[in-house]
């Protein structure tokens, strides 16, 4: 029993040196299936990656989230929120104003576009046209009405400043 005990504790100063591993290189590490090496990561409270197909872990005390609630290390992406979907999700209804796919792109440090049309329908998030490009906003009436007069009313700003040209 100790020396599961140790394996385990070597195991984890490892992984948290490391800050992200795969399932696999962990399973290699413990000589153990995949199936109860997933247990542990369970046990531990760890976060899989919300890019990259989920397929990188890390432990809850490696990440230094930011304001958003993410953390990259090297192009693997985590976050607070867990998966992408429910990533995504948050990062829209905490906005003041919306979000665009550019700026969810921006934010994520992934191309947005493509898991965006999916995601746009159902009740958690809906979306308007402004300016020509699709925001987000979240499903809830209340909030997404307030951040819709905060985008249209940004956007107004924006349209009616002059242009560079004119202000040279």
């Not at 809850?60 to 304001?67: I, K, L, R, T, W």
């Not at 499903?139 to 009616?160: C, D, L, N």
Request: glycine share 8%; aromatic share 8%.
């Amino acid at each position: 029993m100790e020396a599961a005990r140790t394996t385990v504790s070597r195991i984890r100063e490892r992984f948290r040196a490391a800050k992200v591993m795969t399932l696999l290189e962990l399973s290699e590490l413990l000589e153990r299936s995949a199936r109860t090496v997933h247990r542990w990561l369970e046990h531990w409270g760890a976060i899989s990656s919300y890019n990259c197909n989920g397929r990188y872990y890390t432990l809850p005390e490696v990440p230094s989230f930011d304001e958003h609630g993410l953390w990259q290390w090297h192009e693997v992406g985590f976050s607070r929120y867990g998966n992408l979907t429910e990533t995504v999700r948050a990062l829209v209804k905490e906005s003041d104003a919306g979000l665009t796919v550019a700026e969810l792109g921006m934010l994520l440090g992934m191309d947005a576009q493509r898991f965006m049309t999916r995601l746009g329908a159902g009740p958690e998030l809906s979306r308007f046209k402004c300016e020509g490009v699709f925001v987000y906003i979240s499903g809830e009436p209340r909030r997404g009405r307030q951040q819709r007069a905060a985008r249209e009313s940004k956007e107004a700003v924006r349209t009616s400043l002059p242009s560079d040209a004119q202000s040279v």
